[in-house]
C-alpha cells in the first residue's frame, strides 16, 4: 500500500504499487473487488487512472484501516468482471450487427460498458425500422450462440488494422 487519501464524498483512495483492477477506459467501468490484510477490508466501488499508468481504488473500509507501507491482496470481483467483458463482447458484436445490417457507414460514436447493462452510441442516417432493429438482433443473437472464444491479441494498430481490425477513435487508444 502506498498511499491513503480521504475523497471528499467520504470515500477513499488507496494506490498500490500494482493492481490487477482495470482502470476505467473506453466507455468500459473500472473494476470492483476488495483490498486486504489480516486486520482491514477496504471495499472497491470504482477504480480509476488519474495519471498514465497510476490506478486509483475508490471506496470504503469494510473493517479496520490501513497505512502507507502496509502490505495487502487484492482481489477483483471476478463475477462482476465477467459481466463486464460478456457486455464488452456484445458491443463488439452490436458494432458488427449493425455494420452488416446498415452499411459500413455506422461507426461507434461512444459506448457504456458496465456488468448489468451497456449502451450503444452509433451514427447512422436515420431512425432504425422494426425490421432492421430485428435483424440486428437475430444477427448478434445468432453468434452469442455461437459462443467462440475470445481471443485478445495486443499489437501496433497499423498491424491491428491489416488483421481485419475496425478502428475509428483516431490516436485516442494504442
Given at each position: 500500500?502506498?498511499?491513503?487519501?480521504?475523497?471528499?464524498?467520504?470515500q477513499i483512495?488507496i494506490?498500490t504499487d500494482?493492481t490487477p483492477?482495470y482502470a476505467?477506459s473506453g466507455g468500459q467501468v473500472?473494476?470492483?473487488?476488495w483490498?486486504e490484510?489480516?486486520s482491514a477490508c477496504f471495499?472497491v466501488s470504482?477504480?480509476?487512472?488519474?495519471?498514465?499508468?497510476i490506478h486509483?481504488?475508490?471506496?470504503?473500509?469494510?473493517?479496520?484501516?490501513?497505512?502507507?507501507?502496509d502490505?495487502?491482496?487484492?482481489?477483483?470481483n471476478?463475477?462482476?468482471?465477467n459481466?463486464t467483458?460478456?457486455?464488452h463482447?456484445a458491443?463488439?458484436l452490436?458494432?458488427t450487427?449493425?455494420?452488416?445490417?446498415?452499411g459500413?457507414?455506422?461507426?461507434q460514436?461512444g459506448s457504456?460498458?458496465?456488468?448489468?447493462?451497456?449502451?450503444f452510441?452509433?451514427?447512422?442516417?436515420?431512425p432504425?425500422t422494426?425490421e432492421e432493429?430485428?435483424?440486428?438482433?437475430?444477427w448478434?443473437?445468432?453468434?452469442?450462440?455461437?459462443n467462440?472464444t475470445?481471443q485478445?491479441?495486443?499489437?501496433?494498430?497499423?498491424?491491428?488494422?491489416?488483421?481485419?481490425?475496425?478502428?475509428f477513435?483516431?490516436?485516442?487508444?494504442?
Amino acid at each position: 500500500l502506498l498511499a491513503t487519501e480521504d475523497g471528499s464524498d467520504g470515500q477513499i483512495i488507496i494506490v498500490t504499487d500494482r493492481t490487477p483492477f482495470y482502470a476505467e477506459s473506453g466507455g468500459q467501468v473500472g473494476d470492483t473487488g476488495w483490498i486486504e490484510n489480516k486486520s482491514a477490508c477496504f471495499l472497491v466501488s470504482d477504480t480509476q487512472t488519474v495519471i498514465d499508468g497510476i490506478h486509483v481504488h475508490i471506496g470504503r473500509y469494510e473493517k479496520g484501516s490501513m497505512s502507507a507501507g502496509d502490505t495487502v491482496t487484492l482481489r477483483t470481483n471476478v463475477d462482476e468482471r465477467n459481466l463486464t467483458r460478456q457486455n464488452h463482447s456484445a458491443t463488439h458484436l452490436l458494432h458488427t450487427a449493425l455494420r452488416t445490417t446498415l452499411g459500413d457507414h455506422v461507426k461507434q460514436r461512444g459506448s457504456l460498458v458496465g456488468p448489468h447493462r451497456l449502451r450503444f452510441d452509433f451514427s447512422h442516417f436515420g431512425p432504425l425500422t422494426a425490421e432492421e432493429i430485428a435483424g440486428i438482433e437475430a444477427w448478434v443473437n445468432q453468434h452469442i450462440v455461437l459462443n467462440e472464444t475470445v481471443q485478445t491479441n495486443v499489437m501496433p494498430k497499423e498491424e491491428a488494422i491489416s488483421a481485419g481490425a475496425v478502428a475509428f477513435f483516431g490516436d485516442k487508444y494504442g
